[in-house]
């Protein structure tokens, strides 16, 4: 099951941060008792660590820091039981939706399809629709986690809970820290609540307290229609306009008719591309095309707000439609240039379209790599309050603008949470794309905001963590660890 490293092993030292790590030996465990037998080998040897899923992760979470790797991509069984699905870790999101009966729905949809469930878990990973869903968390009902001791826990949603703050994990038991989180969508540090589901732990603890081998999710029915929107509009201040007049509901009910009983659309996505998006995706068209994914016609010089709706039936979904597109000229926005999705087939092709944009980034960063090897993409993961979108997008704004740097915005705006990406074309834009990021992290902070609202905080982001939890909880969050894994064995390096 492990092997001594070899150079062809070398894609394992690294994830979608590019950021290169280094092991001693690779591990593809296939069953729970392979996982148990190698943390019982790293507990004996005092070995970190480090467990991968699908290394699609942007933080650095899954790069190791030297001893083991286990990467859990054979641990990938699927099976349907009535209204949920038990999986192991290492099925990918793709395979997930394919073993789905038609009638039912995963919701989690971080956009990168070859993401495990493991890894989805453990950065309690969002996407789109999480604006209607929330994050992964919401969509587990239970866990079986490995701990370093030996252990392994069967978690149940609603049976497993903390007593207040004081919990037991098989031999393991103590106090939860009173950990305080923002109000706004986050993914950065461990969830803790009194009387807490304790499945919800090891949701977002990025592989720091055990390795998750089993999983059961949460099915929801499967919507009768899906319907999307792509509005352009012409500035910052007209996408926020929309935004809010979306969010605040107004647009998106059918009001009840004659003896028929009112049906809804609910709103399911809010995503935003701002204009160099736009641009940077015209210019990379064919080399998308080669990929077979359509870039659509994109008016140039405008801002993209993509909506989408599921509704009982294509007549709801066409009503909360309409009802939006009617309000765009109130925002300078011409209703006529807007793309219209109202099939399962013409919405996935938006999304795919949609993903594109890091996709592309990536690639772009790696073709830079070739002449500055060291160059890496400069990504924020920040949220915050709705009452800030408009001031944060204008932050962001101002100082792009007096830099030269190439960048472009895009992201969850339903959720205040954007993705600033900086695309240096060699070192010192990076550095002065990380000086405007420790501005933007300490402005958004102070606003009661989040600087990880979805890929969690991994390697890469632990400065920036430790100033918006601050010191003492950032300790509360070690001893908490260290009741699971006193020698810091697993994941070192990650998050704490
Ligand atoms: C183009 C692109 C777009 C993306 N878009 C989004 C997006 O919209 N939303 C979003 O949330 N994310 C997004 N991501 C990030 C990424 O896909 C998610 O974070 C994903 O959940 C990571 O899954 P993985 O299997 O690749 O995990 P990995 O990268 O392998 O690991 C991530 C972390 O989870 C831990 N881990 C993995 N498996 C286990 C396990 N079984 N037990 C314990 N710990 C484990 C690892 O140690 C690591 O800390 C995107 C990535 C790319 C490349």
Redo the contacts with the bound molecule.
């Keep these: 099951m492990s092997e001594s490293f070899q150079p062809a092993l070398a894609d394992y030292l690294r994830?979608?941060s590019r950021r290169v790590g280094r092991a001693d030996r690779l591990a593809f465990p296939r069953t729970e008792a392979e996982v148990l037998a190698a943390l019982a080998e790293a507990r004996a040897q005092r070995m970190p660590v480090?467990?991968?899923?699908?290394?699609?992760?942007?933080t650095g979470?899954?790069v190791p820091e030297g001893g083991l790797v286990l990467n859990?991509a054979h641990m990938d069984q699927i099976q349907v039981e009535g209204e949920t699905l038990r999986v192991q870790?290492g099925a990918t999101l793709a395979a997930i939706r394919a073993a789905v009966p038609p009638h039912l729905y995963f919701a989690p949809d971080?956009?990168?399809t070859s993401?495990?469930i493991?890894?989805?878990?453990?950065?309690n990973?969002?996407?789109a629709l999480s604006f209607l869903h929330g994050p992964t968390r919401n969509h587990i009902l239970g866990l079986r986690v490995a701990l370093l001791n030996g252990d392994v826990v069967d978690l149940r949603r609603g049976r497993d809970q903390a007593a207040g703050l004081r919990f037991q994990l098989g031999s393991v038991s103590g106090e939860l820290p009173p950990l305080r989180r923002p109000a706004v969508k986050n993914a950065a540090g461990y969830f803790v609540d009194p009387d807490m589901d304790l499945v919800d732990l090891f949701v977002g603890a990025?592989?720091t307290l055990?390795?998750?081998?089993e999983a059961t999710l949460r099915l929801l029915p499967a919507p009768g229609a899906v319907w999307g929107l792509m509005a352009f509009l012409p500035s910052t201040a007209a996408v926020v306009g929309f935004v809010d007049a979306l969010r605040q509901g107004t647009v998106d009910r059918r009001q009840e008719s004659g003896d028929r009983k009112q049906e809804t659309a609910a709103l399911a996505a809010l995503e935003y591309f701002d204009s160099n998006c736009l641009a940077f995706l015209r210019e990379h068209a064919d080399e998308l095309a080669s990929k077979g994914i359509a870039v659509p016609a994109l008016p140039a010089g405008s801002a993209c707000v993509y909506a989408e709706w599921h509704a009982p039936d294509a007549a709801a979904a066409e009503a909360a439609l309409m009802a939006a597109a009617e309000r765009l000229p109130e925002f300078g926005a011409d209703p006529d240039v807007c793309i219209l999705a109202d099939n399962p087939h013409d919405v996935e092709k938006l999304k795919i379209f949609r993903?594109a944009a890091?996709?592309m980034v990536?690639s772009a960063i790696d073709e830079r790599r070739k002449i500055h090897p060291g160059l890496v993409k400069l990504g924020t993961d920040m949220s915050v309050p709705d009452a800030r979108l408009g001031d944060v997008l204008a932050l962001y704004e101002t100082d792009l603008a007096a830099t030269d740097l190439e960048h472009l915005v895009f992201g969850h705006i339903g959720a205040n949470h954007l993705h600033v990406n900086v695309l240096p074309r060699h070192p010192a834009d990076y550095d002065a794309g990380r000086a405007l990021y420790a501005r933007w992290a300490a402005q958004v902070i102070a606003w009661g905001g989040s600087i990880s609202a979805?890929?969690?905080i991994?390697k890469l982001k632990r400065d920036l963590f430790r100033q918006m939890v601050g010191d003492a909880a950032l300790a509360q969050m070690r001893d908490l660890k260290k009741l699971f894994d006193p020698d810091n064995l697993l994941?070192p390096g990650?998050l704490l």
């Design positions: 994830d979608e480090t467990t991968q899923g699908a290394r699609t992760g942007v979470g899954a859990l870790p971080p956009t990168e993401a495990s493991g890894g989805m878990i453990s950065c990973s969002s996407g990025e592989g055990g390795v998750v081998v993903h890091p996709e990536n979805e890929h969690g991994g994941n990650t």
